[in-house]
């Protein structure tokens, strides 16, 4: 499958899921299906490899460095059937100390997104506890440039520009404690080849504020990992997650 198509099925994929969100609550109703909308701040740390290179940054410091972000869930469910839709961006520029004394720092820009979709299938249900196994995709560009400055030499620097699609196996637990309290936690694991890699685990608490809203904080991580020796890119994500979210 060519990118051009990749991209045009990752469109199609979140444009549904929109419109499902988004479609009125009384069809929804008639229809039997159900509709959650959940927007995030991640407080991630983040670490890159380029090539020989690598980078690190924390949330900290990415508040002070940071161009655009944004965090989304779109989830469709019909009896024990869902399909959820996950997008992130992140566009960040920054500086970070070296190893080593030749050169003083490095200079990184950073912009990555990645959008996930499953499909999910509940295996086992009780009154309080459920267990999802699905399968998807995890969708990811990339465009990232590493730069080593104050040196005694010319600064080397490492690029990368890519996006690609990975297959993605999944597994999800939810537990309802009483009418307020509930958790939630989600595995992933994809890219199946000698060369590329991806996973994540998330978890989160939730807290109904009101009858369709509910506060949510948790963890997040996600790794993505492809290439090798020079044309190796790695990125991975790591901290605190709090959202709200939506039902009807």
């Known amino acids: 499958m060519e990118f051009t198509q990749v991209r045009s099925f990752v469109g199609s994929f979140l444009v549904a899921s929109t419109t499902l969100l988004y479609g009125s609550p009384a069809a929804a109703q008639d229809s039997g299906w159900s509709f959650y909308g959940s927007f995030y701040i991640y407080g991630a740390d983040t670490e890159t490899t380029i090539g020989p290179l690598e980078s690190e940054l924390s949330f900290s410091d990415a508040l002070n460095n940071l161009d655009l972000a944004f965090m989304g869930t779109a989830e469709a469910r019909h009896g024990r059937w869902s399909l959820i839709a996950d997008y992130m961006r992140t566009d960040l520029t920054f500086e970070g100390d070296t ?123 996600i790794m993505v990992d492809k290439g090798e020796g020079d044309s190796k890119f790695k990125l991975s994500q790591s901290g605190p997650v709090l959202g709200v979210t939506y039902s009807f």
């Not at 267990?131 to 990368?160: H, M």
């Not at 509930?182 to 504020?209: H, N, P, W």
């Open 99 to 221: 190893p080593g004394p030749v050169f003083s720092g490095a200079e990184t820009s950073l912009k990555t997104q990645f959008f996930s979709g499953y499909a999910a299938y509940t295996v086992y249900q009780d009154q309080a506890l459920g267990v999802d196994l699905g399968g998807g995709f995890r969708w990811f560009d990339t465009s990232s440039t590493i730069i080593l400055v104050g040196g005694p030499t010319s600064a080397p620097s490492s690029k990368s520009s890519d996006d690609w699609i990975d297959p993605l196996i999944a597994a999800r637990i939810w537990y309802q404690i009483n009418d307020r309290w509930s958790v939630i936690a989600l595995a992933d694991y994809g890219g199946f080849r000698s060369d590329r890699e991806t996973a994540q685990f998330v978890a989160k608490a939730g807290y109904a504020i009101a009858p369709k809203w509910n506060l949510r904080a948790g963890y997040r991580y």
